[in-house]
């Protein structure tokens, strides 16, 4: 066991970016995530990386996006509306295979919102955003030490693949603190070349980075072919997930994040009450683990989707549960959080429910 | 006399530039500096979005194609990890000065060591000739169809007295390809902005007026006519900033 040290979940996700080589980091302030760019900024000059407090969100991934092309391991981070102006860059990376992390320490929203914790940016981190078929590899850490853990292997990620990776947090969990345990970093894939890396055409063939794919005619579509051959194949090695509590469990709920932990805490206060109840809970939302979630639907009576947002997580989670048993929801946005009590009072009115039809 | 040849820079591809576009020419002035220098081997260009996106397959050294308007920032990421590298951008007066004005302004003022290239031809010529930042007062594009002003856009942006205000900026010249004097004092000018970078002195951006026969609806020798007498008039040439 090291040492463990208390830490902001931002912090830690600075710390793990440090520990796991970032040596770029360009970002503009919005709260909930300002400890991102202030950690950063007295955290890169010690280990010689680059901190630049760029003028707005959308320089800030342009400058992520010349950094990477440079072969630098690098990031950004924001929230939620700061994440939005950040998608035409985004959409670039992705098309240019470059590998980069971006952080959304999510907020409410729609438009400036609030700035209380949200997961209303669901299917913007995991369907799109930006323009384009493409996709991002999603992480949802559901703890201090988790985000510090999945930074790690995040950059990893980005480089196995080729692809950017966004860490999809949350105010709650980007503000608490907790004790972290400071693993030092190991490659957890074996990491290929940068043979993109434009670093001047000494002794080579000069290097292009680009995006635009005009000839032949069908250049664009064979470009995306190959991406979409890309994302298969994470979709086919990538898919991590918990399972707490769902050994002969009668409902399953299905969170991520900050939600998940809280679901956690309602279970135990169900299961004291004799009702059984298990969590299904994504690490990675994009690939989405959809394989839990069907073999559950197969042996559960029902399923309860917890999120902060009015229903967006759900939609992955009916398309892997198809239909196989009922899909409650508990989920509001705008700085909603759900307590145990409020997830207990559901699960208590799902299981009344059954009672009843079975009498 | 001089013996003219090639320069090694530019590769052979026959360029997608209409015949009197001013591109071509400060492709070239760029390539012959880049090879005077010596600097082809640690030398990363960005391309922007316009008529000069294709710049790799142009030139003869590494390139990034960027979001429009972006470069400034794509620079900065690529000069801070690679302060050892040359590092330029290549900007039509959209990307530079209409969609990308925050980026320029502030890697201007950040004082970032990187060569600036302002093509400056007052029209979107890639999208078929639609109002640029530095279309000129009463004239026309297909956005302006009676001419500039009369659904309030403004007078032209003037790019180099708008940076000259900037403590962090190095160097700014404004100067044309449109007389063979003007050609000269552009490579000049262009040369001392890659030294400059070479030097560490920092972000030095070169200003050129150029032609655009085809969305100006003008012939190659009226174009030219129009660079040396209505361009220059709105957009005088010389240096506006030299603290190298």
């Known amino acids: 066991m090291g040492k463990k040290i208390l830490l902001k979940g931002n912090e830690a996700m600075c710390e793990a970016a440090v520990q796991a080589g970032c040596r770029f980091f360009a970002g503009y302030p919005i709260t909930p995530q300002n400890e991102v760019p202030e950690y950063m900024s007295k955290r890169m000059p010690q280990v010689d990386g680059v901190f630049v407090q760029a003028e707005s969100e959308i320089a800030a991934i342009n400058m992520v996006f010349g950094a990477s092309a440079s072969g630098a391991r690098c990031m950004t981070s924001s929230s939620s509306p700061g994440i939005s102006l950040k998608q035409e860059g985004i959409s670039y990376i992705t098309s240019a295979e470059l590998p980069c992390l971006i952080a959304n320490v999510q907020r409410g929203g729609p438009g400036l919102g609030n700035i209380r914790a949200s997961q209303a940016d669901y299917f913007q981190a995991v369907k799109g955003g930006g323009h384009g078929d493409y996709r991002l590899i999603v992480l949802a850490p559901a703890s201090v030490q988790e985000i510090y853990n999945l930074t790690m292997n995040a950059f990893d990620w980005a480089d196995y693949y080729r692809n950017p990776v966004m860490i999809l947090g949350d105010g709650i969990s980007g503000q608490m603190a907790e004790p972290v345990e400071i693993l030092p970093y190991e490659p957890i894939v074996d990491l290929p070349a940068k043979d993109f890396v434009l670093d001047g055409c000494a002794g080579r063939k000069p290097r292009v980075v680009k995006t635009l794919y005009l000839r032949p005619t069908d250049a664009l579509v064979t470009h995306n072919e190959h991406l979409q051959e890309k994302y298969k194949r994470i979709e086919s090695e990538l898919s991590l997930y918990e399972e707490y509590e769902t050994a002969n469990a009668e409902i399953v709920i299905a969170a991520y994040g900050i939600t998940a932990r809280i679901a956690k805490g309602a279970i135990r206060l169900a299961r004291k009450k004799g009702i059984a109840v298990g969590l299904i809970r994504p690490i990675t939302l994009w690939p989405f683990p959809s394989d839990p979630f069907a073999a559950a639907a197969e042996t559960v009576g029902q399923m309860l989707v917890v999120e902060m947002s009015h229903g967006q997580f759900i939609e992955d989670v009916k398309l892997a549960v198809d239909s196989a048993c009922p899909v409650e929801f508990l989920g509001k946005g705008g700085g909603w959080y759900p307590t145990e009590e409020i997830i207990l009072e559901k699960i208590e009115s799902m299981a009344a429910a059954v009672a009843k039809r079975g009498m | ?244």
């Open chain 2, 1 to 244: 006399m001089p013996t003219l040849k090639r320069t090694e820079i530019l590769t052979d591809a026959r360029t997608h530039y209409c015949p009197g576009c001013g591109h071509g020419i400060a492709h070239r002035l760029v390539a012959e500096v880049i090879e005077e220098l010596g600097i082809r081997e640690k030398t990363i260009g960005t391309a922007p979005v316009g008529c000069a996106v294709l710049l790799y397959d142009y030139f003869n050294c590494d390139i990034i194609e960027c979001a429009h308007g972006r470069p400034p920032a794509v620079a900065t990421g690529i000069k801070r990890v690679q302060p050892d590298k040359i590092v330029f951008t290549y900007q039509g007066d959209g990307d530079l000065a209409a969609i990308g004005t925050g980026e320029t302004i502030h890697a201007a003022n950040r004082g970032e060591n990187i060569t600036v290239i302002f093509i400056n031809n007052a029209i979107y010529g890639m999208t078929g000739g639609q109002m640029a930042p530095t279309t000129l007062t009463g004239m026309v594009s297909t956005t302006t169809q009676n001419g500039r002003g009369e659904h309030g856009e403004g007078p032209p942006l003037k790019v180099c007295e708008l940076l000259s205000a900037l403590d962090g900026v190095c160097y700014l010249e404004r100067t044309a390809v449109s007389t063979p004097k003007n050609v000269n004092a552009t490579k000049r000018a262009i040369k001392k902005a890659f030294q400059n970078q070479i030097d560490g002195k920092g972000f030095s951006l070169v200003e050129v007026l150029s032609m655009c026969p085809t969305d100006w609806k003008l012939s190659t020798e009226k174009s030219v006519d129009f660079v040396n007498n209505e361009m220059k008039k709105a957009f005088p040439l010389g240096v506006y900033k030299d603290e190298g």
